[in-house]
């Protein structure tokens, strides 16, 4: 008569697809019939249920070891197998070593593993705990998500300036930090220009437009979108600015931003008066000059002539116009930019090619 074992190791974790060879080394014990070791998610107990174990109430962070056997008497050698494999997979090997416990929060995972960034890409709802986890750690933080309250984010940049430190986003989707680009960033060579952006598109943009020019980047500061509203007050941007300015390899900064509340703007534009490396705005809106305009009066402040920008779409024919460029923004592949009547109007100039400059009309 086979002999079954089930328990639960409560707050235990390991990779599912470590827990796989974890339960193929048991399974190949002498006297084992059957093993499973897996995480209780619902998954992982309906494969259970359907091998005929039984399994006790249990949550996805629960471990649970399952093990059918031919007779009891095998069931110490079959528990020693999965510790040891256990152990293997968490770095103590099996020569009775201490076993190093994976870290259980953000804070103590970059505690122990050093550097200086963090980027949080959870649902929105999520993204400040795990934000200020980081920053009890002292990490700057990339925060990815969107769908971030407000408030949150007031909250988030309030405390990164008090402690000196630097919050990108929330939907912060672009940035180059430290030569590595990050989320949907251009590949650029490094450079002499700083970018502190509130726009993921203009500053991909604007990165295109450097590389067309042979100027590089020592950096791009995403801020996110809402950075230089009203209710935020560019926190994120005054503090991406003076780490810019402390940059030695910066020679010029680029503010480049959504249509920002006049007040935050033009309080940025005198602390940026302040600073000893000059500091170029582009902020979109009515009646301000486009990004391919500001970047062209950038070079001409590096000394760079202007080049002949790459263009799509040259007009064949008489009464035919050029495509003076199409973006869609980082938005609307997740179909949050628009209702669906609108979508098909709004999104049909899709295209993967890179951002590019004017094209000529006729």
Not at 90 to 102: H, I, K, N, Q
Not at 119 to 131: C, D, Q, R, T, Y
Not at 144 to 162: G, M, W, Y
Request: hydrophobic share 45%; charged share 20%; with cysteine.
């Amino acid at each position: 008569m086979s002999h079954e074992h089930v328990e639960l190791r409560t707050g235990a974790y390991a990779d599912s697809v470590a827990l796989l060879q974890v339960s193929r080394d048991v399974a190949a014990v002498p006297g084992v019939l059957a093993a499973q070791v897996a995480m209780a998610t619902e998954l992982n107990l309906d494969v259970l249920a359907s091998m005929g174990f039984t399994v006790p109430a249990a949550s996805p962070q629960d471990m649970v070891v399952a093990i059918r056997l031919e007779e009891g008497e095998a069931l110490g050698a079959a528990l020693a197998a999965v510790d040891a494999a256990l152990a293997a997979i968490r770095g103590g090997g099996s020569g009775g070593a201490e076993v190093t416990e994976p870290p259980r929060s953000t804070g103590s995972a970059l505690r122990r593993s050093g550097g200086g960034l963090a980027l949080v890409s959870v649902p929105g709802e999520h993204a400040l705990v795990e934000a200020m986890d980081a920053l009890d750690a002292g990490f700057d933080v990339m925060v990815f998500s969107d769908n971030v309250p407000v408030d949150q984010e007031l909250t988030l940049k309030r405390i990164a300036t008090e402690r000196g430190l630097l919050v990108m986003g929330p939907d912060c989707g672009t940035a180059v930090v430290g030569g590595v680009g990050l989320g949907f960033a251009n590949a650029v060579s490094p450079g002499p220009v700083g970018i502190v952006a509130a726009s993921g598109t203009g500053c991909q943009q604007v990165l295109a437009l450097l590389d067309a020019a042979g100027v590089g980047v020592a950096a791009a500061l995403g801020v996110g979108g809402r950075d230089l509203s009203a209710e935020v007050g560019g926190l994120s941007t005054l503090a991406a600015l003076a780490r810019l300015e402390a940059d030695p390899a910066v020679e010029r900064i680029l503010v480049v931003s959504k249509p920002p509340a006049a007040e935050v703007a033009a309080a940025v534009e005198e602390y940026a008066g302040t600073l000893g490396t000059p500091v170029r705005f582009a902020l979109l809106g009515p009646g301000q000059d486009d990004l391919t305009t500001q970047v062209e009066a950038l070079l001409g402040d590096l000394g760079v002539d202007v080049p002949t920008w790459p263009t799509w779409g040259e007009p064949s024919s008489p009464g035919r116009r050029g495509l003076r460029g199409c973006s869609s923004g980082a938005r609307c592949a997740t179909r949050r930019c628009c209702s669906p009547p609108r979508r098909s109007a709004r999104c049909a100039a899709t295209s993967r090619s890179p951002p590019i400059s004017r094209s000529p009309a006729t």
